[in-house]
T-cell receptor
Framework: SQTIHQWPATLVQPVGSPLSLECTVE??????LYWYRQAAGRGLQLLFY??????ISSEVPQNLSASRPQDRQFILSSKKLLLSDSGFYLC??????????FGPGTRLTVT | SQQGEEDPQALSIQEGENATMNCSYK?????LQWYRQNSGRGLVHLIL?????REKHSGRLRVTLDTSKKSSSLLITASRAADTASYFC???????????FGKGTKLTVNP
């Protein structure tokens, strides 16, 4: 069976510090991978998605970047965090059936 | 931009009652999906309905799709306290790897 992992679960970082959130998928190959951000009480905003290694599509111009160094690894990064980067970050994967499977999320608070 | 818009934003009912949530969207779709999110957790896929389907059932869930009105509804029958969560619709547009999520309906089922 497939599983998706995200870490860390929670993170408190000062403004201007770097960020690295990691997502890995097990039990499948060549998945589509997605990063979303969810503000409190809001819907999901798609940040990045990837259909293969090194292939990243950015949806929203922002302070963040994404990389896919391996088939089942997706990393969300920032060189300098802003207060507005606070939120709940979700990673997801999908295959041809289009259903997306989400990780447990990372709660990021920028102080 | 958010295509799916759920209605109502919040719904509070008693255990045993039925809960109905609606979703409207703007452009043509390949399929429409419903997801559930418990507080502070990742999303869980509930059901997918394709654009050529009108109704689909899964356990206590019933989803309808009206492509002429660009709308869908999710019915949860005989609700339980454990159904308390936020419910999101998401649309998959043709030729795209992306899902577009609505802002969700927050359902509270009181015991």
């Amino acid at each position: 069976s497939q599983t998706i992992h995200q870490w860390p679960a929670t993170l408190v970082q000062p403004v201007g510090s770097p960020l690295s959130l990691e997502c890995t998928v097990e039990g499948t190959s060549n998945p589509n991978l997605y990063w979303y951000r969810q503000a409190a009480g809001r819907g999901l905003q798609l940040l990045f998605y990837s259909v293969g290694i090194g292939q990243i599509s950015s949806e929203v111009p922002q302070n963040l970047s994404a990389s896919r160094p391996q088939d089942r690894q997706f990393i969300l990064s920032s060189k300098k965090l802003l207060l507005s980067d606070s939120g709940f970050y979700l990673c997801a994967w999908s295959r041809l059936t289009y259903e997306q499977y989400f990780g447990p999320g990372t709660r990021l608070t920028v102080t | 931009s958010q295509q799916g818009e759920e209605d109502p934003q919040a719904l509070s009912i008693q255990e045993g009652e039925n809960a109905t949530m609606n979703c409207s969207y703007k452009t043509s779709i390949n399929n429409l999906q419903w997801y559930r999110q418990n507080s502070g957790r990742g999303l869980v896929h509930l059901i997918l309905i394709r654009s050529n389907e009108r109704e689909k059932h899964s356990g206590r869930l019933r989803v309808t799709l009206d492509t002429s009105k660009k709308s869908s509804s999710l019915l949860i029958t005989a609700s339980r306290a454990a159904d308390t969560a936020s419910y999101f619709c998401a649309t998959h547009q043709g030729g795209s790897e992306k899902l577009v999520f609505g802002k969700g309906t927050k359902l509270t089922v009181n015991p």
